[in-house]
């Protein structure tokens, strides 16, 4: 089974910009899809970025569409989540996941936590001035 690790997190300004690193131990096969989710304090854990392994399909949620880039390093076997014009509500714990993907990159999104296969242990990320 896959393993995930989470890095890259940390304090910024507003309108500031943080690339996390998604380091996974194993061998991603093409049915795999991975994605970025975050958790900030007393919200749901949400979807934000996906990706799917076998054509490279990305999806983004619409509050971080032109903001947030998703994409694999595949000699370094790491997922990328590139943030820029980074927002206060950006501010939260963000984990990277990853699941067998039968399904669109889209509903890997939306999918409820227990569905999705192996969790990295998070990186969190503050935007305040």
């Known amino acids: 089974q896959l393993q995930l690790e989470e890095s890259g997190g940390g304090l910024v300004q507003p309108g500031g910009s943080l690339t996390l690193s998604c380091v996974i131990s194993?061998?991603?096969?093409?049915?795999?899809?991975v994605g970025w989710f975050r958790q900030a304090p007393g919200k749901e854990r949400e979807g934000v970025s996906c990706?799917?392994?076998?054509?490279?399909?990305?999806y983004q949620i619409d509050s971080v569409k032109g903001r947030f880039t998703i994409s694999r390093d595949i000699a370094k076997n790491t997922v990328y989540l590139q943030m820029s014009n980074l927002k206060p509500e950006d501010s939260a714990t963000y984990y990277c996941a990853s699941v067998v993907l039968w399904t669109t990159v889209e509903s890997m999104c939306e999918m409820p936590s227990y569905e999705l296969d192996q969790w990295g242990r998070g990186t969190q990320v503050t935007v305040s001035s």
């Open positions: 194993g061998v991603i096969e093409e049915y795999h899809g």
């Open positions: 990706l799917s392994v076998s054509n490279n399909t990305t």
